[in-house]
């Protein structure tokens, strides 16, 4: 399976930045793609951005324009850039891996990484 660990969370001020960081045990180019989801208490867990094996991009309308995904194939992470945040921006971020192996989707999913935004 493919293994996923988050990291770069932490505690920032309104209006700051963060940058996440997903290392993945296998290569990222082996994956449909890959994607950023949180949940905040209470909430569904959401989509926030998502990358394709062939580097097209989308965001959740909330975070486009503040947020950015990328990814690094040599170093085998993605990551997601966060400026300008708020404080609803406040959640448990996970890194999403889907690829196809033999026509079975497989999904994978981070431990999830704790994101805080207040004054």
């Known amino acids: 399976q493919v293994q996923l660990v988050e990291s770069g969370g932490g505690s920032v001020q309104p209006g700051g930045s963060l940058r996440l960081s997903c290392a993945a045990s296998v290569s990222i180019s082996s994956m449909r793609a890959m994607a950023w989801y949180r949940q905040a208490p209470g909430k569904q867990r959401e989509l926030v951005a998502a990358i394709t094996n062939g580097g097209s991009t989308n965001y959740a309308d909330s975070v486009k324009g503040r947020f950015t995904i990328s990814r690094d194939i040599a170093k085998n992470t993605v990551a997601l850039q966060m400026n300008s945040l708020k404080p609803e921006d406040t959640a448990v971020y996970y890194c999403?891996?889907?690829?196809?192996?033999?026509?079975?989707?497989?999904?994978?999913w981070g431990q999830g990484t704790q994101v805080t935004v207040s004054s």
């Open positions: 999403n891996a889907e690829r196809v192996r033999n026509g079975i989707p497989f999904t994978s």
